[in-house]
């Protein structure tokens, strides 16, 4: 082939790319002066989402998976503070690093971001078919890993509130995953079914929370705390999918448990859970629950005996 034959075709090739680049950033609105109809360009809502959606990371780390310049980040971070979105702690392994984590008012600044940005990528699908949409995720697949889009280290996930159709999800995986792995039978389904309902009947959100973990798009965990009195709340039905474990989702749910309670002004938190299952009895002792009664009981066709922990807050 001569070497004119090969430059026009990648001159070619050049110029469709950046004519689906121009298509696709006008498609999702980048071009807008705040992302979203929201007062925020679309670098601080890259950074405020990877804020919300991350544990506690620092500048540095954010700089270099955002191909962000430092300083640029840091003037970022900086506007974020002054708007009383962001709070920083010292690292305890470096002092001289920060770990960044967003207020209660930058998470509900994220919020309704996070709200219409859903919002407008489903009403983009709604219009496809199921196969359609299914071809379109693939070839969004294909360019990111033809352009050499890698997961580093763990595959990441990210945290939100419920929405409709959750609850019966979280009933239908709690009950698959404990009968497959402990042989617990439907009673523990009904159980559970009866505390997903009453959350949504009774839901208060300013002293309630519930959390679903999503990685690429899939629930793969979730996390309630409930009002149980004005100063105790109460931590249910925390689980996490087996291909999910080892993430650190279980004690990420967890934290953010603890965190909201501490904010809203709950003194303590209990939970009911029972000793056969160790890895969640992990979690909530290193977070520093501890265990306060224990009693065997007949339930969901085993003998079993029952834990309540609590953590002072």
Request: positive net charge.
């Amino acid at each position: 082939m001569k070497a004119g034959t090969a430059d026009s075709g990648l001159e070619h090739r050049i110029a469709l790319m950046r004519r689906f680049n121009r298509f696709y950033t006008a498609k999702i609105g980048v071009l807008r002066e705040g992302l979203l109809d929201s007062a925020f360009p679309l670098p601080e809502a890259r950074v405020l989402y990877e804020l919300a959606n991350r544990e506690r990371p620092v500048a540095a780390e954010l700089a270099k998976d955002l191909g962000l310049d430092p300083g640029y980040l840091s003037r970022i971070l900086r506007g974020f503070e002054r708007r009383g979105l962001l709070s920083r702690q010292p690292s305890p392994e470096d002092g001289r690093r920060s770990l960044l984590s967003l207020t209660e008012a930058g998470r509900q600044a994220f919020a309704p971001l996070d709200a219409r940005s859903r919002s407008e990528i489903g009403a983009m699908l709604v219009g496809l078919s199921a196969g359609e949409q299914r071809r379109l995720i693939e070839a969004m697949r294909t360019i990111e890993s033809l352009l050499g889009a890698v997961t580093k280290g763990k595959p990441p996930y990210l945290l939100r509130p419920h929405r409709p159709g959750d609850m019966g999800w979280i009933v239908h995986r709690q009950a698959v995953l404990y009968a497959e792995e402990y042989g617990w039978d439907e009673q523990f389904e009904a159980l559970i079914a009866e505390i997903a309902a009453g959350f949504i009947k009774r839901f208060d959100p300013k002293r309630e929370r519930c959390w679903i973990a999503e990685r690429e798009g899939e629930i793969v965990g979730s996390v309630f705390l409930v009002k149980k009195s004005a100063t105790a709340a109460k931590l249910r039905l925390l689980y996490v999918e087996p291909e999910a474990r080892g993430l650190g989702i279980g004690s990420r749910l967890v934290a953010e448990c603890i965190r909201f309670a501490r904010q809203v002004g709950y003194r303590k938190i209990t939970l009911w859970t029972n000793s056969i299952l160790v890895a969640a009895r992990h979690i909530y002792e290193a977070a520093g629950f501890r265990l306060v009664g224990e009693e065997a009981h007949h339930s969901f066709g085993h003998d079993l005996v029952a834990e309540t922990w609590e953590l002072r807050l």
